[in-house]
């Protein structure tokens, strides 16, 4: 029977301790998942940005080319009208120089060549490009209208051909020819082509945007599903660790910690490795508990009342803990004149029945020691000043027994001195703090008791 039940301990060991590793694999396997579902998700985040630096990027080409269409129509037209070579001179380097509109189609050709915004934005500058000839035509008979050397003008301009009619007019009808053309219904109208193309773009530019973006936002809900998930996994993980931690450790532990107080044996209980130190233990304990007998009965025992001696007093300073406990020291008041007056058999028979006495009131929480003639010692262990009302009522109904003639034994009372350990005291101070208390408890009249 006793085997069996040690093999199921063992195997119980074994099974938790194959769990607990089994559960740190776990974790160890998803957390390592989880760092890598965060490189995904920081990526995916990254990706998102990117697309929307890009379509801005996007975006703000396409609106320069506009611009720029609008700049070249805006700076011939103020020639043609004003005659100031400056704003040709601006119109030629917004056309050969900076080129606004080159390098917006050739920046959106290489984030999306195959685009609908793409072809769009091309088709635009195509009929900005048309265009363009016919504001060629209308520089060149603005600048004959207003006396300029065509060898002055630009290439463009001055290589122009002019229609027979437009030709022979006269300046003034070469200007006024010349504002007709940037301002009738034709030019107007292929204006407004660019400007529908250029919408379009526009218009197919955002629906990629949203489009793109759409997709990427449902990765990363998806995404961000799983890092929850693998979230709550590790968090259930982790409970349980500490559950089992709980249960198998902590709780049998501080189990442990309260038998070890109140000196018994520990139950099996918790993780293998406890019930292994529980067994050494109690052995030990059962080992410690023969030789401690022994020695009480053989070696620290006072002979006439059964309490422990001086001997038996020092092994046990030697191994409480003095920073819980408390000790009592107790004399018999005027026993020396009693011991003289009455005989020395009548004052062993006091010093038994006042051994008694602290028997019955101190035996369960104590140990009670003779040291020598009329001199007594309780040490209570787990004791502290909470307990003070309790040792006093205790001193006063030990009195209130003794004072009292029994047969031929004569009354008599103690005084009682008491100290209480703390941490940090040692065993001498506690020593010296209850002897000073029995002196000014038989100072202040005897049959009575004082604290430290």
Do not use: W
Request: glycine letters at 4%; charged letters at 30%.
């Amino acid at each position: 029977m006793e085997s069996k039940e040690k093999k199921k301990t063992t195997n119980r060991g074994l099974s938790v301790r194959k769990f607990n590793y089994f559960m740190c694999i776990v974790a160890v396997l998803v957390s390592f998942v989880m760092f890598f579902a965060m490189q995904y998700t920081s990526r995916l985040y990254k990706e998102t940005r990117i697309l929307s630096d890009n379509m801005v990027q996007q975006t703000r080409y396409a609106h320069d080319m506009q611009d720029a269409s609008d700049y070249l129509t805006e700076q011939i037209r103020s020639f043609v009208i004003s005659g100031e070579k400056k704003y040709l001179d601006n119109y030629f380097e917004e056309a050969n120089v900076t080129r606004r509109r080159d390098n917006a189609l050739e920046k959106i050709g290489e984030y999306s060549p195959d685009s609908e915004a793409y072809k769009r934005l091309s088709q635009a500058m195509d009929e900005s490009v048309d265009l363009m000839n016919t504001e060629y035509y209308a520089a060149k008979l603005a600048a004959l209208g207003y006396g300029y050397d065509l060898s002055e003008m630009p290439a463009e301009v001055a290589n122009t051909e002019l229609l027979t009619d437009d030709e022979v007019r006269p300046a003034e009808a070469k200007k006024q020819r010349a504002e007709e053309v940037l301002f009738d219904e034709n030019y107007k109208s292929k204006k407004a082509t660019i400007t529908t193309h250029m919408q379009g773009c526009l218009r197919e530019l955002t629906d990629e945007l949203a489009e793109e973006q759409t997709k990427l936002l449902l990765r990363l809900e998806r995404q961000v599903m799983l890092e929850h998930l693998l979230t709550i996994v590790l968090i259930v993980i982790m409970l349980v660790i500490v559950i089992v931690a709980s249960s198998q450790v902590f709780y049998p532990l501080r189990k442990s910690v309260d038998f070890i107080r109140e000196e018994k044996e520990i139950p099996l209980l918790g993780a293998y490795e406890l019930r292994f130190i529980a067994k050494n233990y109690n052995l030990m304990t059962m080992k410690n508990r023969q030789k401690k007998e022994k020695l009480i009965y053989d070696a620290s025992h006072d002979k006439l009342t059964g309490l422990y001696n001086r001997r038996g007093y020092e092994y046990l300073l030697d191994n409480i803990d003095i920073e819980t406990s408390a000790i009592l020291f107790i004399d018999l008041d005027n026993f020396k004149g009693i011991n003289d007056t009455y005989g020395h058999d009548i004052g062993d028979k006091i010093l038994v029945r006042v051994s008694n006495a602290l028997l019955k009131h101190f035996k369960d929480d104590s140990y009670i020691c003779r040291l020598g003639g009329d001199e007594f010692v309780v040490i209570m262990i787990h004791t502290d000043k909470k307990r003070a009302g309790v040792i006093k009522d205790r001193i006063t109904a030990i009195n209130e027994k003794i004072n009292k003639q029994k047969k031929d034994i004569p009354a008599i009372s103690i005084s009682a001195g008491v100290s209480f350990g703390s941490r940090g005291k040692t065993v001498e101070t506690v020593f010296k703090e209850a002897d000073t208390a029995l002196y000014n408890a038989k100072d202040k009249g005897r049959n009575g008791m004082e604290f430290f």
